[in-house]
């Protein structure tokens, strides 16, 4: 009888497994048939986003909203922008999420003013957006003494124009785990914002998407890693383990407002690190040591 149940559980689980595995959003490239290397690479196309820990809303008992910035400057965060030209291997994060957005459908982009991902954008809207027309006059070639003729080009956004993520998160203490976690609920495109004269004079918001979404297609998109290329790491890994550089620009807070509206230069610099120093703390005073 022990045996039946036994058997019974373990083909349970089988068909599970299976449909698991049939409803899987990542897709399994077929090996190429000129491998450009000594192997060919199969653990990154097949890998699962690791799942999040069940939570409930009993047992949080204390979170805290921050938005943060990654500069693409930092060293540290050069595997989000390399490469600038997409690899058979590899592809930067604006690439992979541009691509999912126009040729796979795989990616949801929201106005840059919603970071509560409730206005969404067409297919025909983010073509729109990753598209800038400019318009100039110039000499007409049939007619070199005539009059000068408007000309249009195409300037797209390319991954050489992204200059920094913003990231909203969610810091939280799981009395069930006993832990304090953090998710990232949001992932913000930002470009360089240019002047007539053609000068940078800041950065401007380009899209939200949605980051719970988007994890499965950051799981299958390899990074390059330092001193080890067959190192098999992805895009997801860098945000779980948190392996880049960023600032804290916000905190949820009674007026709804950023650190640069009610302070600026060094003294935001101070507040940013202490609101980080906060979270920290709180962990820190849970437990007697």
Known sequence: MKKLKFILVMLI??????????QDPGVIK?????????????????????????????????????????????????PLYYPIAPLADRKSLFDLLKD???????VTFFSTNDDEFRIEFTKSEIEALL???DTSMADNPLDPGGPQVE???????????????WIKEDWFFDKQRSVLDV????????????SEGGEVIGDQGLAWVYFPAIRQLLANQEVYMRHN??????????????MFSSYVIKESNVYDRYIMDYTAGINALFEAERVK????????????F
Not at 13 to 22: E, G, H, N, Q, V
Not at 229 to 242: A, H, N, Q
Not at 277 to 288: A, P, Q, R, V, Y
Request: proline share 5%.
């Open 131 to 133: 598209s800038k027309k």
């Open 229 to 242: 290329d067959s190192e098999r790491r992805t895009l997801e890994d860098i945000f779980w383990k948190r």
């Open 100 to 106: 999912g957005a126009l040729k796979e459908g795989s």
């Open 183 to 194: 998710r990232i609920m949001g992932l913000q495109i930002l470009i360089a914002k240019i």
């Open 30 to 78: 077929p090996p190429p048939k000129y491998p450009d290397g000594i192997y060919v690479k199969e653990n990154t196309n097949s890998r699962r986003a690791i799942p999040y820990p069940y939570l409930r809303e009993a047992d949080v008992m204390w979170s805290k909203r921050v938005w943060r910035v990654i500069d693409l400057k930092e060293k540290i965060n050069h």
């Open 13 to 22: 689980i089988t068909i599970f497994a299976l449909d698991s595995i049939a």
């Open 277 to 288: 120093d906060d979270i920290f703390k709180f962990e820190h005073d849970l437990w007697h």
């Open 151 to 165: 000309v249009i080009t195409n300037n797209d956004i390319k991954s050489e124009n992204i200059t920094k993520y």
